[in-house]
């Protein structure tokens, strides 16, 4: 299982750091980082290969979103900067079902190619 936190209400501008983590090692397996808003379908955010050599990011978060991993620690981190009302969301968390995949971002932002899913932790941006 994967467990998603970090989230809460901030104010537009502030920063948040949203980590993965899973009950066993995922360190073999892409991980990706998906959101879902009041009313909206599920879209991509961020992936990061097994291997963190590869990341990809949304383009209206591009520059404020960076995604990271710690394979030591069993840890992927989104980091979040000058939030926007527009990223208020459930994020959710998942887990490649291939292992070793060094995707392109076509593959990290399809959600049928993971397998496990985080619970989702709620980012709230007020403006």
């Known amino acids: 299982q994967l467990q998603a936190c970090g989230g809460g209400l901030v104010q537009a501008g502030d920063s948040l750091r949203l980590s993965c983590t899973a009950g066993?090692?995922?360190?073999?397996?892409?991980v990706g980082w998906f959101r879902q808003a009041p009313g909206k379908g599920r879209e991509f955010v961020a992936g990061?290969?097994?291997?963190?050599?590869?990341?990809h990011v949304l383009d209206s978060v591009k520059g404020r979103f960076t995604i990271s991993r710690d394979n030591a620690k069993n840890t992927v981190s989104l980091e979040m900067n000058n939030l926007k009302p527009e990223d208020t969301a459930v994020y959710y968390c998942a887990r490649d079902r291939t292992s070793y995949t060094t995707g392109s971002y076509a593959y990290a932002s399809d959600e049928n190619n993971y397998d496990y899913w985080g619970q989702g932790t709620l980012v709230t941006v007020s403006s």
């Open positions: 990061i290969t097994w291997n963190g050599a590869r990341g």
């Open positions: 066993r090692t995922f360190g073999n397996y892409g």
